[in-house]
C-alpha cells in the first residue's frame, strides 16, 4: 500500500536537498509537515491514503448504477454498506442466513430514497453450504444481468486462551471466515476474468495484520484470507481485477454476542461496550474505499490506528512496548470492557 505519511516525508528530504544550505526554510517545512499530523490527521479514523481519498478522491456516488453482491448483510458493517450504497443509488444484492433480518436491511436500502425495489436483491445464503454458492450467484446474474462488486464480508469472531482453543474450533471458524469467502469468490473470479473487468471487496481486520491476544483463530482466519487475496492480486496483474482490503479496528455490531469461545458450540453472549467506531462511519469509509479501489485500508479509531502504523513501520517498538502493557489493556482496546480478559476465559492474576 502507498502512504501518503512517507511519501511526504519524501518530498520534505527532496526539498532538502533542493534548497541546500537553506535551514531556515526546512524547519518551517518540518514544523508545517508535524502540524499537520498533529492537529488535521491524528484525529482522523482512518489510514492518511484513504483520509485523502474521502477528501479528494472519487464520491461514494460515482458508483452508482454498479451491481454489489454483499455477504454477511443482514447486521453490522455489511448492513450499513448495503443502506450507504443503497443510498449512493448503487444495485445491490445482500446475503446471510437470515431473511428476516435480510428484508429488514432492504427497506432500509428503500427508505434511502437512492433505490427501488427490485434494485435490492434478497439472497438468503449460508455460505458454509459450499454448494449453494453456484446457485446464489446464478440468481444475481439472472436478477441484475451482471455483477461489478463482490464484498467479502460474511464472518465470526472468537475469544480463547491459545492453549485452550479447541481444534474444532478452528476448523470451524476457518470454514466460515476463509473458505467459504475463497469457494464463492473463486467462482465469481471466474466470471470477472472472462468478463475482463471485477472489483472484490473483502472485509479483514485489524487482527489481519498484527497479532491479538485471546483471539488466535479469528487473527489467524483474517491473515489467511488476506494472504488468499495478495496472491490473487500478484498473480492477476494486468488482468483488470481490482481488490480491495479492508481492515477495521473496533466497530459497533453485535459480532461479539455470537463469538466463538474455547470450545465448540459455546458463545460469548455479551456485546462491546467503550469506545468503538460506528458501523455507519465505518461503512462509508469502506464506500469510500471501493469507489477509488484503494488496495488496502485501515479503519480505527485512536490509539488502535497509530499501533497499527507502529506495527506495519516500527515493529521493534511494539515487540518493546509490549513489555509494559498489561494484557487488561489491550483486551479492552479491543472490546471496551473490564471483563475482556474473563470472557475470553483468562483470569486477571494470570496477567
Known amino acids: 500500500m502507498v502512504d501518503w505519511f512517507y511519501v511526504a516525508l519524501g518530498l520534505v528530504g527532496l526539498l532538502h536537498l533542493l534548497l541546500g544550505c537553506c535551514t531556515f526554510y526546512q524547519i518551517i517545512l518540518l514544523i508545517s509537515f508535524l502540524a499537520f499530523l498533529r492537529y488535521i490527521y491524528l484525529p482522523a479514523d482512518c489510514d492518511i491514503v484513504l483520509w485523502l481519498y474521502e477528501r479528494l478522491g472519487q464520491p461514494v456516488e460515482s458508483l452508482k448504477g454498479r451491481v454489489v453482491w454483499i455477504t454477511g448483510a443482514s447486521s453490522g458493517i455489511g448492513e450499513a454498506l448495503a443502506v450507504r450504497l443503497a443510498q449512493a443509488g448503487v444495485r445491490i444484492a445482500i446475503s446471510a442466513r437470515s431473511v428476516e433480518n435480510l428484508n429488514k436491511v432492504k427497506q432500509r436500502c428503500i427508505d434511502t430514497g437512492g433505490v427501488q425495489e427490485n434494485d435490492v436483491l434478497v439472497l438468503p445464503l449460508d455460505m458454509t453450504q459450499y454448494d449453494q454458492h453456484q446457485a446464489a450467484f446464478d440468481a444475481v446474474i439472472r436478477h441484475y444481468g451482471e455483477l461489478d462488486i463482490l464484498v467479502s464480508n460474511a464472518g465470526r469472531t472468537q475469544r480463547g486462551r491459545w492453549e485452550m482453543i479447541e481444534l474444532d474450533v478452528d476448523r470451524e471458524l476457518f470454514n466460515l471466515n476463509v473458505f467459504s469467502l475463497i469457494s464463492l469468490a473463486r467462482i465469481v473470479s471466474k466470471y470477472f476474468l472472462e468478463k475482463g473487468q471485477g472489483h472484490f471487496a473483502v472485509t479483514s481486520s485489524t487482527a489481519g495484520k498484527l497479532g491479538v491476544p485471546m483471539s488466535a483463530a479469528y487473527t489467524a482466519s483474517k491473515h489467511a484470507l488476506q494472504g488468499y487475496f495478495e496472491c490473487l492480486r500478484l498473480e492477476k496483474t494486468g488482468f483488470n481485477l481490482a481488490i480491495t482490503v479492508v481492515c477495521p479496528g473496533p466497530v459497533e455490531s453485535n459480532l461479539l ?32 474505499s471501493i469507489a477509488n479501489k484503494l488496495s488496502e485500508v485501515w479503519i480505527a479509531d485512536q490509539p488502535v490506528l497509530t499501533i497499527m502504523y507502529l506495527f506495519q513501520y516500527f515493529p521493534f517498538l511494539i515487540s518493546f512496548g509490549l513489555r509494559f502493557l498489561p494484557l487488561s489493556y489491550i483486551m479492552k482496546l479491543r472490546d471496551g470492557r473490564d471483563d475482556a480478559v474473563q470472557i475470553s476465559g483468562v483470569q486477571k492474576k494470570q496477567q
Open 257 to 288: 454476542k455470537a463469538s466463538f469461545t474455547e470450545k465448540l458450540g459455546e458463545h460469548v453472549k455479551k456485546d462491546r461496550i467503550g469506545k468503538r467506531l460506528s458501523a455507519e462511519r465505518c461503512a462509508h469509509l469502506f464506500a469510500v
